[in-house]
């Protein structure tokens, strides 16, 4: 590390700061929007950073978005086109030229030429890729033929390989060369080299800065990490994310099907994985189809509409318990207005219990190799909670209610719930995913159900087994 | 990117795949462990990446953990503890000789180190800093000194950082000449080099692909991009997160208070935080106050019981709003049976919309700009999704009970708890948020109780309005 003298100068360069939204930036773009005027508009968006502009962007509502791109189309960059997100971005294509949207596509990294692809109606997707180059051409079609979500959509056809015989010096000799030819295929950035066999089939790899530090004429070969995480195209992305966690990577190349290199992934596009897939856990286990600010009032009925309709049914099936006991609740009303209590607690807790096994399920700490414990650590967290708040809440009702065997009933239904919920909480999601499906999808209607059906009826059954 | 002739060949090579998790290794391991064999243990483990060790090592029980570090203490490298959860770590390192902890920070990174030392308990952490070299020990003492889950605490000491009057030949030659040192103080791995001016205050940065890539007589100042985003040491974890997101980073320095260069952060810290991040933000709408699988069942219990007992709380309130309806109730026992059905979907409503919201903020795409478009929006879809669940629970509601005004009596009842569902989910989060407390963590209860309170006081209210 070079070391100079050290002051106390205080620096007064301008650091970018977490303060990052200035929102009277995006008062006068509404403003120069409802104005109709370009030139402010270009004006106002100079100089920015692809990503702050798309961070602007996006605050827009969908009318001053369309208004902005037809008053200053060329504000729209390639760079920004890849920083948007996909459902911006799926508004906005409709607006832009096929021209403009070729250029964007050749001028990105093929990954991020491929995300713009996929948000292009099908019917356009001819219209743009007869304008592009043939090799350019040939990269998107390659990775569009994968599925969505896996590596091989994912990955960039961009990389660095050598073989294993080059010397140091001429491995960075050969960078340079490269990135003075007008049709540099290197990638934008990159962070490793893979080292490959006269196959084109990956042996290792080399971190840039291990390269940095080796002598000149160190062999490849020789100073590479051949502990080299390889992914295959057809891997889904979410795994991919796994790999890239576990091992700290920062790129790691795919192969095709014949172990050959032809990709490479690297850590920015996993964040953003990591973060595409947060949100659509969140939101399943919510009850929600899909999301993103941009919504409108439709998208959000339509997104939220399908699940409250199930929670509609789960919620009729526990008013049918509720109906077997009527004439029970008639003669005993304090069963009406504490029933909701054993079935709000079950509630509860089943979403805890469910909720940490989603979380271990997507961060793979919920193994084959622990699956029991845990479903025994569950089962008897939740007996001795049912017991804890047995206590308190009998002692609640007998003091409510002044009755002892009231007390007594609403605390067995209690322990028996949660114990109910704690089992449901942990087996729900393991039994979905079991059977292939996503377990943070339905799980909570499944518990949910569970604890209101069983609340409702030991609470009530054993109310009329043992009061009536 | 060097070309070679293609071939069909299909390699052989072992490539590290998704299905990692050999649980026939743990079974082995826990049989060796239960035959006390340590030669055995040493076998099993040899030659594994440390984060395969630390996978395998947490997906024990805590007993047989204890047990395997008093047979094999040596397992326990400095690279495995780097890669075990907090939780682990914590467990672990009472086990362990002092001399064996302070070795292990000295040989890692001061970020991982200092992810270590955290995990001590304060009793100890004298007698392992006292082992420690000067330097060493100073950058723990430095780093520890800023609170926990800043990027003070995040960053590591060690980076690379060069006068921006130095060509790219002299940069490299002084990382070969650095990493010939005895005390080699270069980072293990970095993928940018700061560029500073004499008062070490960083200018700009240059990736090192392009290092890479420019002709050997280049300056830096030259060739560095001065788009650098500067962190300082006080900022919040999550905000770091963010901008690495924002702008694609793979490292960023951090400054001190007088903008003098002094750490690094790189990505692959982030992911684990974005990680963390989610996990807290998941397990507090659920109402866990923490988590991990390594959980016995006492911290599970206390993990959980406080939000039951504010659950309990809130269920009573809800309780109390029923108990002043007793003797409608009773006139009219369909009341009870259709109650929770109110209540529930607006439970429901409220989870949704609070989640989007919740979700929303972590991302920043709900921000003052957009702020009160996202309420309005959510106001309108609970109202329309409240007709539309109006009308399917009115019809359902006259055909069950025959009775036309109860029917409408439920359906009114129903609009109004959506509606304030809706507004609920949103404005509670962000009302949390402008007091500076963390939405994700109480909005669920005020959520659900205003949801539960509002449900019942509205249909049993408009019972006994117009049906009794």
Redesign the interface.
Known sequence: ??E??????????S????A??D?GH??ALQDAIKNQDGAAIRTLLADE?P?ELA?RF??L?ADDREALVELAPDVISPFLLAELEDEVVEDVLPLLQPGQITKAMEELDSDDAIQIFEELPAERRAEVLADMSEQDRKEIEDGFAFDEETAGRLMQRE?????EF?SVQQT?D???S??KKSDD???D???DIYV?D??????GYL???T?????PDRVLGDIMDT????I?PE?DQE?VA???????L?SAPV?DT???LSGMIT??D???I??DE??E???A????NE???V???TS??TA??P???V??L???A??FV??LF?SE??KL?????????V???GG??G??A???A???LA????????TN??IR??A??AI??GL??AV??GV?TFVWFKSIDLALVIAAALVFNLFCAGLAGILVPLGLKKIGADPAVASTVFVTTVT?VVG?FAFLGLAAMFLL
């Open positions: 590390m070079a100079f003298p050290e002051t106390t100068h205080v620096s007064d360069a650091h970018t700061s977490v990052d939204l929102i995006v008062d950073h990503a961070d996006e605050q509502s990389f660095v390989a050598a073989p080059w960075i050969h960078m340079r490269q990135s295929n290197l990638p950035k990159f962070f490959i006269a196959h084109f089939h990956p042996l971190p840039l800065s390269l940095m530090r080796s002598d502990n080299l995480t390889v295959k891997l795994d796994y790999l890239f966690e576990k091992y700290d920062i192969v014949d172990g050959r850590v920015d996993i964040v953003e990591i973060q947060h949100t856990d969140m939101l286990l919510a009850g929600v999301a993103g600010l919504d409108t009032v959000t009925v939220r509409a699940w409250l309709f929670n509609l789960t919620a009729i526990a008013s509720i109906s009527q609740i008639e009303v304090a069963l009406a207005v504490l029933m909701p209590i079935a709000s607690m509860n807790t979403t805890q469910l909720t940490v989603i979380r271990a961060t793979r700490d919920l193994t084959p190799a622990n414990r845990v650590r569950e008897f967290a001795v909670n804890i708040f308190v809440l609640i209101d409702f």
